[in-house]
């Protein structure tokens, strides 16, 4: 009989964590991936010599010698070097690992540095790119209809989707899972969808809802909520490298990122046709607006190409343009084409037909674009923004902000006349009452400082606009923009295209002809990346797992065919992503259960799907779940995510004084963000996440400064740590106690909403004795405390944390 105290958060598999194919394929290669090989692999750069994409690699080392000695940590160089003990010795050099990444690559290498990589072979380099051989690869080829493949057992698909699986599976001789059951598959499909889980109410009406269309209807309501638009908004944010913070350097706020969040939020809600999603990302400055209210969500849009990150401290500022225009390459080939682009910068691509003419014929464009403008703050430089058409929401936000600018002044002069009437008094109390006074002053003028910088005036967005002088780009010979070579006309990825390079008028960047090609129907790697991003949230892995790049070492689709019909049928759907993961969440393959039978052994990976993959919850979720269960959510107050108006954050003198960007700590969230979705949380690219946020530093959240597809999930003893002691679980744990001792019942009664609130099944009869003896047990400290324990216990299980 399973005991309360088992549920506490277990590391998956963990008997067998550090040994084997597993543990390296599953913790240790996603890290290298995602963190070293642009710099350290063939298919990217090779700095100091050093390549971390098989196991010689590591083993003969770079400049510096072997990268690591298995089973010391001490001698091994790229453990000091993750940890930022040596000033010239740090990798990456953006920003140092999560502690639960830097553990599990500890662990690795104590325990033996088991890989199971073989050699890359080293491919011979030749003269040019030869552009047709390249467009042999399977992802350079046109999309094509396929036909549907005939199955044995024709009562089993309930859609195309699963027509496509079952016939896999039958030639593999696998039988796939039974069907999940239905409190699994509602909490699955909420989950997915919406980031968060099933109410009490939702449960009962999904169970008790006989009729065929029972499940078209859970799908149809979540898809229709608002929730399904910050969930997906925040899976496209991991693509942008978003945060409310410029740059790593400094901490400088990016005061209006917000609105591009909001965008996003809005546009999946909407269903937005994904290829007018691209158009305006790209180019929305320049598309045509029926109305003010068009033009400004055009504009707000671009903040893609601008929200990542740029040193703007930087003292040589032609680098700083040049390596902010790689990463404007970098994402755009990442997020909609499933390519690297970044690496071609310095030379051809080691393996896909990418020169540098396709490079520099990209790069030209963004550098053809106003990104940055030098400030008046000494060497600091800051992100573009762009005056929005005015709407009378944002006249009543400045007239609310003027008057509280006005009442801080008036309340200040107030304090002023108080000390001046103090005059030369030296008596105890009339010292006393300086102090006070004094104190009282600088807290306001610093308020008033801030309320001034920040004053929202006229609405702005961090935007881009095209230069005055659009011009073609010369080469940098490896990626020095002081060393030139050729001028590379401005133009489009040959091995992509269909025709002819686009002709650019005269006085536009080019952007404009790039989001028409990327967004049209015959460039055969938009929809076949788009589709593979929305299978992978919705199964775990993508149909190609290599889910940001396409190339020739990426991995090929498990189910090319299915792969091509999605793409189809999306793009003949009007690009609509609401439509597509309607079809894949009411698919049999999405109702099958997660278990892993003897049939399994055949398909470790499980790439046929003959059952549900299981995932983590993601650190949003995690936060988000314990709001619902307590019955304290509540919705965005809108706005920044940093507590810009709180002045206890702000730092050092007014700004008036000062030579540099204001510097403001962030201390505090508003009182009312610990109880709003994550999504609407600050983001900073330095230090901790502030507030309950920090949540998303145990688990996994992405670095502001990468552009990720598909996270890691680590399972470290951070993580459990976290769950039994963070100030977070205790507060929701005594919330959602609270919540339950103010309703009627009896235990039985509240124990069996508990269960619903935080794992959304019924409770067995196994654990209703269990909960009994385990509230008797605690109820020396209270009744409250008892309920409290009980809460948080649930909150540290598998059950909890996992979406089976």
């Known amino acids: 009989m399973m005991k309360i105290v088992a549920f506490l958060l277990i590391p998956f598999a963990a008997s067998a964590a550090a040994d084997g194919d597993a543990f390296f394929r599953e913790r240790v290669e996603p890290i290298l991936r995602q963190r070293c090989y642009e710099c350290h692999s063939h298919a990217g750069k090779i700095k100091g010599g050093l390549v971390l994409d098989s196991r010689s690699g590591w083993q003969s080392g770079g400049e510096s ?42 662990q690795w290498v104590a325990t033996g540095a088991h890989d199971p990589r073989e050699a890359v072979v080293a491919v011979t380099k030749k003269a040019g790119i030869d552009v047709e051989a390249g467009r042999k690869h399977w992802a350079y080829q046109p999309v094509r209809e396929p036909a549907l493949p005939a199955v044995r057992d024709s009562s ?133 607006a029926a109305s003010p209210q068009e033009r400004r969500t055009n504009l707000i849009a671009t903040g893609f190409i601008v929200l990542g990150d740029v040193d703007i401290n930087a003292i040589d500022k032609l680098k700083m343009e040049y390596d902010f225009v790689d990463s404007q390459v970098s994402k755009v080939g990442t997020a909609f084409l499933g390519m690297t682009l970044g690496c071609v910068r310095c030379h051809d691509h080691k393996f896909d037909a990418i020169g540098q003419q396709d490079y520099y014929a990209l790069a030209g464009m963004f550098r053809s674009t106003k990104t940055t403008f030098k400030t008046r703050h000494g060497i600091w430089s800051n992100v573009n923004r762009v005056a929005l058409p005015e709407l009378e929401e944002d006249r009543a936000v400045a007239a609310k902000h003027e008057q509280k600018l006005a009442d801080w002044r008036k309340e200040k002069e107030m304090l002023e006349a108080d000390l001046t009437a103090l005059g030369d008094k030296a008596d105890d109390a009339a010292k006393k009452r300086r102090e006070e006074l004094t104190a009282q002053v600088k807290t306001l003028e610093l308020r008033i400082a801030h309320g001034e910088y920040f004053n929202p005036g006229k609405p702005q967005a961090i935007a881009v606009q095209d230069a005055e002088k659009p011009a073609d780009m ?112 009411l698919s049999r393959t999405y109702r099958l259960s997660s278990g892993r039978g003897a049939e399994a052994a055949s398909d470790p990976e499980n790439k046929l799907l003959s059952h549900m993959n299981r995932q983590r919850l993601d650190a949003e979720s995690i936060r988000d779940a314990m709001l619902v269960a307590s019955g304290r959510l509540v919705a965005p107050s809108g706005g920044p995510g940093l507590p810009l108006e709180f002045p206890e954050n702000i730092t050092g003198l007014p700004i008036a004084a000062k030579s540099n960007h204001p510097q403001f700590a962030i201390k505090n969230e508003r009182e009312s963000q610990a109880f709003e979705r994550t999504l609407y949380l600050p983001v900073v690219r330095t230090g901790t996440q502030p507030g309950t946020a920090r949540l998303r530093d145990v688990f996994d959240f992405p670095q502001p400064a990468q552009f990720t597809g598909k996270r890691n999930e680590t399972t470290v003893p951070t993580q459990s740590l976290y769950l039994l002691n963070a100030d977070l679980i205790r507060q929701r744990g005594e919330d959602l106690a609270k919540a ?7 235990d039985l009664d509240r124990i069996g909403r508990l269960w619903l609130r935080v794992l959304n099944r019924p409770v067995a009869t196994a654990e209703q004795e269990d909960a009994l003896a385990f509230l008797q047990a605690s109820r020396a400290a209270g009744e409250a405390h008892a309920w409290t324990e009980l809460a948080r216990t649930l909150f540290g299980t598998n059950e909890f944390l996992l979406r089976f």
């Open 65 to 106: 010698g072997p990268a690591l000695v298995s089973g010391s940590l001490e001698k091994s160089l790229i453990i000091k070097a993750v940890h930022y003990g040596t000033p010239d010795l740090e990798m990456p050099p953006k920003a140092k690992l999560p502690e639960s990444e830097i553990a599990i690559l500890e």
């Open 156 to 288: 089993w698909p309930l859609n195309d989707v699963d027509v496509f699986i079952l016939a896999k599976l039958e030639g593999a001789g696998v039988k796939p899972n039974a069907e999940a059951d239905a409190h699994t598959w509602l909490r699955r499909v909420t989950f997915d969808l919406t980031g968060l889980p099933p109410t009490e109410a939702e449960i009962a009406a999904f169970v008790t809802d006989r009729s065929p269309q029972s499940h078209e209807r859970v799908v149809d309501r979540l898809l229709e909520s608002r929730a399904y638009g910050e969930r997906w908004a925040r899976h496209w944010l991991d693509l942008v490298g978003y945060a409310e913070q410029i740059g790593t350097e400094g901490k400088i706020f990016a005061e209006h990122a917000w609105r591009y969040r909001d965008y996003l939020v809005d546009a999946f809600q909407t269903d937005k046709p994904f290829d007018r999603f691209i158009r305006e990302q790209i180019a929305g400055d320049l598309l045509p």
């Open 474 to 585: 010369r080469v940098t010979i490896r990626g020095n923009p002081y060393a030139l070579g050729d001028t590379i006309p401005r133009g489009l990825v040959r091995v992509a295209m269909w025709g002819p390079q686009p002709k650019i008028p005269a006085g536009q960047s080019g952007r404009l002809q790039l989001a028409d090609w990327i967004a049209d129907a015959r460039n055969p790697l938009t929809a076949r990346v788009a589709v593979n991003r929305v299978w992978q949230k919705l199964f775990g892995e993508g149909l190609v797992r290599s889910v940001d790049y396409f190339g020739t070492r990426g991995d090929t689709p498990s189910h090319p065919e299915l792969l091509d019909h999605l793409a189809l049928r999306f793009m003949r759907d009007g690009w609509s992503q609401k439509r597509l993961i309607r079809t894949l969440v």
């Open 740 to 746: 339950l001792l103010a309703t009627q019942g009896s």
